[in-house]
């Protein structure tokens, strides 16, 4: 098995898509997705950042997973899409810990934002508000769980991990956060 970033599971296959704000690198196992590197100048940078430039060895069901994602991230920044993808992820790159965080964040609506002690609490965890935000700031799939739809208690942003852009990632996170409240009403 070749590792990519995303740990001991291999990525299959990439795609890569445009983005307002930039490129967007998708990667896939065999079960599900595994990466999203976003934004980045460029479509080359893009699926550099995966890790596994210029592989191609997945069957059609993954093309189709890579394909039915990007999809959903045109119709995500067009404004007409506000349900989270449907798109199967490769559970074998979570925690427990981690699962439990990303399926409370998937339910946050779109336009809207939690804190991170609401994740905690929503997981079980009262107090852990420190351990969600560990989790989500490990989040290998940005904009595919929509970790930027988690603040501070007292409003604050917060961090947000981005790789290839050169605005700080508060920025893109603040960013992202107005134009959901935006592409809403």
């Given at each position: 098995?070749?590792r ?16 307002p704000w ?16 976003w ?13 596994t430039?210029?592989?191609?060895v997945?069957g ?7 394909e ?6 045109l ?14 992820l ?47 700031a ?29 605005l ?18």
């Amino acid at each position: 098995m070749s590792r990519s970033r995303s740990g001991s599971i291999e990525i299959v296959a990439v795609r890569t898509v445009p983005t307002p704000w930039g490129w967007a690198g998708l990667g896939a196992s065999e079960r599900g997705m595994v990466r999203c590197s976003w934004p980045w100048p460029d479509a080359v940078q893009a699926e550099e950042s995966l890790g596994t430039a210029g592989r191609r060895v997945a069957g059609p069901e993954v093309r189709e997973l890579l394909e039915q994602a990007a999809e959903w991230l045109l119709a995500f920044f067009s404004g007409s899409c506000r349900e989270m993808a449907e798109v199967p992820l490769d559970g074998r790159i979570f925690t427990a810990w981690r699962r439990k965080v990303y399926e409370v964040v998937k339910r946050i609506p779109f336009g809207e934002v939690r804190s991170y002690a609401w994740v905690a609490g929503e997981c079980g965890k009262r107090g852990a508000a420190r351990a969600a935000g560990q989790a989500l700031a490990r989040n290998p799939l940005p904009l595919l769980i929509p970790c930027h739809r988690v603040v501070y208690g007292d409003g604050r942003t917060g961090s947000y991990s981005c790789e290839g852009t050169a605005l700080p990632g508060t920025e893109l996170k603040r960013r992202l956060i107005d134009w959901e409240r935006r592409a809403r009403r």
